[in-house]
């Protein structure tokens, strides 16, 4: 299982209000204990912060507000210390508008890194072509010194590198190779299915023209430049990964980002995530998903929250127990679930008046401070950056861990239980016949078997069983050991062990 942390929310110990690289040392304790086997850090890098680090200014410098290299190095070494892998947050598709590529680029026609992003003189006196931006507006900004438009798919601040450049791609190979030089585990890749563009930049369907690329832009190109960055990790010892953020809406879109196990090791499935509270819809997910990635080299990756969706206990209408019945099926499906940091204390979002929100995409509320005891600054140095999360004082990860019902001890449990199951950890994945309203599965791995039966309503329910299976691990506390009797209580869920 990796872990997503967002560093500037995880943990504050300088006292500016923004967590920092020794706040995630700090926090290894939190992980080793909770069983995590690996974390993805977003950006830390140098970066002005428009994005919130995803608009990257430096990629080979950390920026100041998280620390310096040095504590890089010194997190990185207490993390493979405690059995932790490490992976960073690369952001292929675009740089800060003041990185010094880009700098030098919008300098003169003539520069040497002008190619290295999109120019294109305008159109009927407009923009080059019909293409949105992910946080509202088109995809173009006018540059008038040297009076053409450059290419943002994301913020003006964020121009899109052109990645038909070869300059380009020695570049951010060589961005790669400082990492992996440094000992990282690997990365994950913000939005790399967009690195492939058709260099004619041709307008979008009159259908689309009103969407932004993010969810529908999937262009062949990717797949030779993909083959490439592969080969950097694969040139280096140790198995270096790479899990991409692809944000194709079915996941039969997503299998060809694995390519023939040349292209990335692991593609984000977001498609329980985008799921409403709903058994049905979640098996037809998950049966689509299993039908799509049938090649071994396509390892599925479920994931529930991150830093650009509201909490799933928020969508689920703030109740505990469906989050409780969510991280019972993540942790137990096939493939590598990835937990956001503070799911496992069922955080909620944050609700963030007018005043303090900062985001451009309106993400504010799942980015809130993670709070680690009751204490008046709850464990943080610093007043945070934004408002803590609803339930503070009662709900943070000294108070839970101390609760032995408390959900954070139901993911310490669930990741045990998988951990020591080779059906759960490596095993198939087959659908269960289920009353309405309740999902289960069968995972299987030689001997070793295990079945899920998750509720998703509210009033207790009967199942078929063939008896002979133990609960070993239920959402609801009390349910553990116990020989299972077919009945799931309302909004529960249990993983069964054979009581042979
Ligand atoms: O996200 C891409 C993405 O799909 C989201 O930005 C989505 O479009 C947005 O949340 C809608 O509000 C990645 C990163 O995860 C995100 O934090 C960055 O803002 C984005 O790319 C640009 O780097």
Redesign the pocket.
Known sequence: MLYQIYPRSFLDTDGDGVGDIEGVRAGLDHLRWLGVDGVWL?PIYRSPMA??G??VSDHCAIDPVFGDLEGFDRLLGDAHASGLRVLLDW?P??TSDRHRWFVESRSSRDAATREWYFWRDGRDGGPPNNWRA??GGRAWTWDGATGQWYLHL?LPE?PDLNWAHPGVVEAMHGVLRFWLDRGVDGFRA??VHLIGKDPTLPDQPRALAET?L??VHDHPSAHPLLRGIRAVLDSYQGDRVMVG?V?LGTPVLLAPYYGAGDELHMVFNFSLLWASWDAGQWAERIVESEAALTSPDAWPVWVLS????PRHRTRYGGREDRARVAATVLLTLRGTPFLYAGEELGLLDADVPEAARVD????DGCRAPIPWDDGPGHGWAGVPWLPWPPEVGERDAATLRADEGSILHLYRRLLAARRRSEALHAGTWRLLDAPPGVLAYAREAGEDRRQVWANFGDEPVVCPTDGGWLVEVGSLDGERGLAWDGRLRGTGAVVLAPAG
């Open positions: 977003s994005d919130f995803y608009d952001v598709n675009h992910a946080f994301f964020q913000d939005v932004d993010v969810g953020e944000n991150n830093h650009d969706t451009p995409g309106g993400r």
